[in-house]
């Protein structure tokens, strides 16, 4: 591995949304090169070039989180160019609209997917690149809060030994009992999006006590708020540089700050916090 001077920091999804808010804010402020990937080099350079407009200097590397390969050509690039990794933000997701006509079963097994086994397959081949001082931040959502599940799989996801094996057991479970058709009477509820977040939320848990052992690395989720994206529709209330604010602060925490916890607006929020 070759071992450099220069930082790096990684943003998944920076292409468009709160993942190219998350890119100019980390610009601002981190020394050290910002990697814009995005799945669409296309889109992926439209995005670099709009924010060297901006006087700002992201890279560009492809990413697409759903694809084994692609993360390890990701990984071998950092690895040969910079020795290792300093920053990682998961931010790449997708939902499938409200008023969406395909199937249940297809929603929860292809929004799981990406929103779970993505970022897991990420985080999991980068992990072993961040330093010491490192900053892992997973964008969920305040739509997977714990209370969307029954109390019997609430004790489950938020167990303070719940392994990486498990969660990915618990997630498999929840995709399996929809495409059965019993996925209520098990205890889960209707949101496919919702689930892939209450699994990223908890994958943050895990991977913060698996960077325990690691110098200053710290692992965590936060929502961004109602964004004015693509995914979310006009009627949000933030824009994409104010939803990127949470994300942007939890990749420069300071030494000493929480692990393993859930965020909303630079605060650590209980993970069932209800919301209006
Ligand atoms: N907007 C909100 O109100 C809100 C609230 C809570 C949480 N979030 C979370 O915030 C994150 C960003 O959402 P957003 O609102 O900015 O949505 P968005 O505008 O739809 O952007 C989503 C980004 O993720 C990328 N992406 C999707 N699948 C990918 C894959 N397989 N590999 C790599 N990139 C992929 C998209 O790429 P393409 O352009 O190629 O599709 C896009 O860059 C998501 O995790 C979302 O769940 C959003």
């Not at 050290?32 to 060297?52: N, Q």
């Not at 609209?97 to 297809?106: I, V």
């Not at 609430?154 to 057991?169: D, G, H, I, M, R």
Request: glycine share 10%; net charge positive; hydrophobic share 40%.
């Amino acid at each position: 591995m070759a071992a450099t001077n220069v930082k790096v920091a990684v943003v998944t999804g920076g292409n468009k949304g709160i993942g190219l808010g998350v890119v100019r804010g980390i610009c601002k402020q981190f020394k050290g090169d910002v990697i814009l990937t995005s799945r669409d080099s296309e889109r992926g350079v439209a995005a670099v070039k709009a924010l060297e407009g901006e006087g700002l200097s992201p890279k560009f590397h492809q990413l697409d989180i759903d694809s084994q390969q692609s993360i390890a050509t990701l990984k071998e690039f950092l690895e040969k160019n910079y020795g290792g990794l300093d920053i990682l933000v998961n931010n790449a997701g997708i939902a499938y609209k409200g008023a969406s006509t395909a199937p249940f079963t297809e929603q929860a097994a292809v929004t799981v997917k990406t929103n779970f086994t993505g970022t897991l397959n990420v985080t999991k081949a980068l992990l072993p690149l961040i330093r010491a001082h490192g900053r892992i931040v997973m964008v969920s959502s305040r739509v997977g809060r714990l209370g969307i599940v029954k109390p019997h799989l609430q004790e489950k996801f938020n167990s303070p030994s719940l392994t990486e094996a498990a969660l990915v057991t618990l997630m498999d479970q929840f995709v399996q009992d929809v495409a059965e058709g019993k996925h209520t009477e098990q205890g889960w509820p209707s949101s496919a999006y919702g689930m892939s977040k209450v699994g990223m939320t908890a994958l943050t848990k895990v991977v913060a006590r698996q960077a325990a052992s690691m110098d200053d690395v710290l692992v965590n989720a936060c929502c961004p708020g109602w964004v004015a994206t693509d995914m979310a529709g006009t009627n949000a209330r933030l824009t994409p540089d104010q939803g990127a604010e949470t994300p942007v602060f939890l990749s420069s925490l300071p030494a000493g700050s929480p692990t393993g916890e859930l965020w909303y607006l630079k605060k650590v929020i209980p993970w069932d916090t209800h919301f209006s």
